[in-house]
T-cell receptor, first 112, second 116 residues
Framework: EDKVVQSPLSLVVHEGDTVTLNCSYEVTNFRSLLWYKQEKKAPTFLFMLTSSGIEKKSGRLSSILDKKELFSILNITATQTGDSAIYLCAVGSGGSNYKLTFGKGTLLTVNP | GAGVSQSPSNKVTEKGKDVELRCDPISGHTALYWYRQSLGQGLEFLIYFQGNSAPDKSGLPSDRFSAERTGGSVSTLTIQRTQQEDSAVYLC??????????????FGPGTRLLVL
């Protein structure tokens, strides 16, 4: 059974701190790894990573994938209160290009 | 453009009643997904529709759950004889059906279902 594990489960930081969120996986026939940000209810897409070692970056957020060690990290620098959310990691695997296995998420709280 | 929409936003029902949840995907997206998110859990895949192909129903937890997609657009998830363990947020997503690779899924705001 495919498995995606995120850590930590929750994290509280102060504005301006840098945070690193972790996602490890055990899946059959890895295809891609996706990060989503979930505020209130709707997850919003952040990044998709398919190649190892390539960093995807958008503003203060960046992510890298290590296919050899089977994990990814999501970095957020100079955190702001608006970064408070659940960050979800999902892995596409197997013979389909649509089925994603999600981790339980990391709840990030950024205090002013 | 308009994103994925879902209705109702919240639904409270009594145990044993049937409920219908609706999803309107992004215009032009041929793929549609339903997920369930229970408290403290990750998203659990329920069902996938792609064009006129037979849906992938492998994630439906029991025969009380069913879904339809009419005209390749709007979808309805029906839960019959609801149980308290059905209480969760039900999320719908849609995507362009790409050949190869992984489709990026865009999510709606969800329906929070509470079964009393």
């Amino acid at each position: 059974e495919d498995k995606v594990v995120q850590s930590p489960l929750s994290l509280v930081v102060h504005e301006g701190d840098t945070v690193t969120l972790n996602c490890s996986y055990e899946v059959t026939n890895f295809r891609s790894l996706l990060w989503y940000k979930q505020e209130k209810k709707a997850p919003t897409f952040l990044f998709m990573l398919t190649s190892s070692g390539i960093e995807k970056k958008s503003g203060r957020l960046s992510s890298i994938l290590d296919k050899k060690e089977l994990f990814s990290i999501l970095n957020i620098t100079a955190t702001q209160t608006g970064d408070s959310a659940i960050y979800l990691c999902a892995v596409g695997s197997g013979g389909s290009n649509y089925k994603l296995t999600f981790g339980k998420g990391t709840l990030l709280t950024v205090n002013p | 453009g308009a994103g994925v929409s879902q209705s109702p936003s919240n639904k409270v029902t009594e145990k044993g009643k049937d409920v219908e949840l609706r999803c309107d995907p992004i215009s032009g997206h041929t793929a549609l997904y339903w997920y369930r998110q229970s408290l403290g859990q990750g998203l659990e895949f329920l069902i996938y529709f792609q064009g006129n192909s037979a849906p992938d129903k492998s994630g439906l937890p029991s025969d009380r759950f069913s879904a339809e997609r009419t005209g390749g657009s709007v979808s309805t998830l029906t839960i019959q004889r609801t149980q308290q363990e059905d209480s969760a947020v039900y999320l719908c997503a849609s995507s362009l059906a790409l050949r190869g690779g992984t489709e990026t899924q865009y999510f709606g705001p969800g329906t929070r279902l509470l079964v009393l």
